[in-house]
Structure formats: C-alpha cells, structure tokens
C-alpha cells in the first residue's frame, strides 16, 4: 500500500471516530416568552471560542494537521528505506529408499533418513542517490506542509468566530428589540380593546375601529418577526459554538 493511500485512509479512519461524538443538541425556544428571553445570558465570547473547537470544521481541519505531522515522523525516518534485512529458516526430514540387484548379485534395499535445518542470514543496502540528496528538503517540505495545515485551521477558526461574534451582536440586539416590540404589542391591544368598547358605546366608527385593529396587527408581525430573527440566531450560535443557553 502506498504511503498516499496509507495516510489517505488514516484520515478516514480519524474523521470516522468523530461521527461515534454525541450530536450537537439545539435548545428549543419555541415555548418562550419575551420575558424569558430578556433573562437569557449569554456566555463570554471567550467560553464560545473554546468551545467552539469542538465543531466538526475545527475537528476536521485538526486530523488534517495530525496527519501532517504523522506524514513529517515518516518523512524523518525515511532513511532506513535504504537498508534492507532478509533472513529464511527451512527445516525438513530427508529419506532415500533404493533397490539394487544384477545377475551376480542378489537384490538389495537400502533406506537411508536425516533431518536437515537450511536457513539463511543477510542484509543489504541501496541508496539512490536522487533521494539521498532530497532527505533534507522533502523534510522541510513536510514541515511546511504541517505549517500549512495548521495556519489553515486557524484561517477556518477565525471565520468561525467572526461568525460568532456577528450572531452574538444580532442576539443582544434582538432581544432587546423583542422587548421593545412586546411593549409595542401590548400598548396596541390594550388601545384596541379600549376601542371596541367605545365602539360598542358608539364613541368610535367602524373604520376608526379598523384602525385600531390594523395597528395591532402591525404590531403583532412586527413582535413574531422579531422573535423568529432571535431564536433563529440563538439556534445558530448554539450549534457553532457547542453551547447550550437554556438550562434543562
């Protein structure tokens, strides 16, 4: 098996035993009310960092620098490929059985039985002469190849956390802004539930009346659509960062 299989395969192997990992669980937010998301606390960014290592990308991206280096530990004992150790070992039990006879001799049997050990020791040594003189830049290139895998890990961190950070800025708003929207709902259906007595007293017209309940409306959309912005988001920011925000 050749060395590019052989490490292709450990990949594999590495990136199969993450998939045994628990699934990432998401809170379910859909029952909560304004009040409740109001006292949500959020974790610090720093907790969210660290635990955002355990996300399949930085997982991911991890193996492959691990491989890398397990590539560079070959790559430094590349040198003993040029040495050679051989060596068999035969044992076997021989036997010969004749028969002889002419007109002047009577006929005679012969057997004959040894046992016999045959082995054979030996060792050897090639060295091509264009590997010789590439050990040590195919070692530094390993090297590099390690440094690459590691700078891109961290490349595919710090997009990580940019994303982090963004969806932790839209939840602090967004709560506050379901707050101020929730306000907005309740002024409004507390003004249209005053309405439709004056209605009913006659103190308004239907269509002032229909003014009231269209502005409710307004501010109905207005309170849901912010509420689905925000569990949006803190469903988001759970699953990246691997962090669960409501307490079960």
Do not use: C, W
Request: hydrophobic content about 35%; cysteine-free; proline content about 2%.
């Amino acid at each position: 098996m050749s060395s590019h299989y052989k490490y292709k395969l450990l990949l594999i192997i590495f990136i199969s035993s993450f998939t045994t990992l628990s699934a990432q669980q998401v809170s379910d937010y859909s029952g909560l009310k304004a009040l409740d998301f109001e006292n949500i606390t959020l974790p610090p960014l720093s907790t969210l960092f660290e635990n955002a290592k355990n996300s399949p990308i930085y997982e991911f991206n991890d193996v492959q620098v691990m491989v890398q280096k397990s590539l560079l530990d070959k790559q430094k004992k590349d040198f003993l490929s040029f040495f050679s150790l051989r060596g068999s070992y035969q044992y076997g039990k021989f036997s010969n059985n004749g028969f002889y006879s002419d007109v002047y001799t009577p006929a005679i049997d012969s057997y004959s039985s040894h046992s016999q050990h045959l082995y054979t020791v030996g060792a050897g040594i090639s060295i091509p002469l264009d590997k010789i003189f590439d050990l040590s830049a195919s070692t530094k290139r390993q090297k590099l190849a390690v440094r690459s895998a590691e700078l891109e890990r961290e490349m595919k961190f710090e997009d990580l956390k940019k994303e982090i950070i963004e969806l932790y800025s839209n939840v602090l708003l967004q709560i506050n802004t379901l707050k101020l929207n929730d306000e907005s709902l309740t002024l409004a259906s507390t003004t249209y539930s005053l309405a439709e007595k004056d209605f009913v007293n006659g103190k308004i017209t239907p269509d002032e009346l229909s003014t009231y309940k269209t502005k409710e409306g307004f501010e109905k959309r207005a309170y849901e659509t912010s509420k689905f912005e925000l569990i949006k988001n803190l469903m988001t920011l759970e699953l990246i960062s691997h962090t669960q925000f409501l307490k079960k």
